[in-house]
């Protein structure tokens, strides 16, 4: 009875790949977005694990930081609701294909530095989390 779970799984991917198979071109965006992501991004941080800028290295350390990433996690939601609220920024403000992107890039750029900052602070990095 193992396989009535990856039945079920499978009919609800169905809705997600329909679209992608469709035509040709899309088919060709979805391997080579799928090659890119699993196995250059991989090979590329390896690469700068390796032989890269000290820099691009400290960055990919600190995000692969769980206790960063944690505290990154606690802190976007408060993040969002501010953007909302002082900026009137969500997801339907504009185009979603753009605000999705910006929004989206734009509260891990300011999680990423609260995070930051709050690791500087003695009690919020030894309690908190």
């Known amino acids: 009875m193992w396989f009535v779970l990856m039945i079920i799984g499978i009919y609800m991917c169905i809705p997600i790949i329909k ?3 469709e035509t040709n071109v899309k088919i ?9 992501f699993a196995f250059v991004v991989p090979e590329v941080t390896v690469l700068t694990n390796d032989f890269g ?14 206790v960063n990433t944690m505290r990154m996690y ?6 969002l609701e ?7 920024l969500n997801a339907l403000s504009y185009n979603p294909v753009f605000a999705v992107i910006y929004i989206g890039v ?3 750029v300011i999680s990423f530095a609260l995070s930051a900052i709050l690791n500087r602070i003695p009690v919020v990095k ?3 989390v």
């Not at 060709?28 to 890119?36: D, M, N």
């Not at 800028?53 to 769980?66: A, G, H, P, R």
């Open 19 to 21: 679209p992608i198979v």
């Open 28 to 36: 060709k965006y979805y391997l080579l977005l799928s090659f890119v």
């Open 53 to 66: 800028n000290e820099l691009i290295v400290k960055f990919v350390n600190t995000i692969n930081n769980d």
């Open 74 to 79: 606690f802190v976007h939601v408060f993040v």
């Open 82 to 88: 501010q953007l909302y609220v002082r900026f009137g």
């Open 106 to 108: 734009l509260v891990f």
């Open 126 to 128: 030894k309690y908190v």
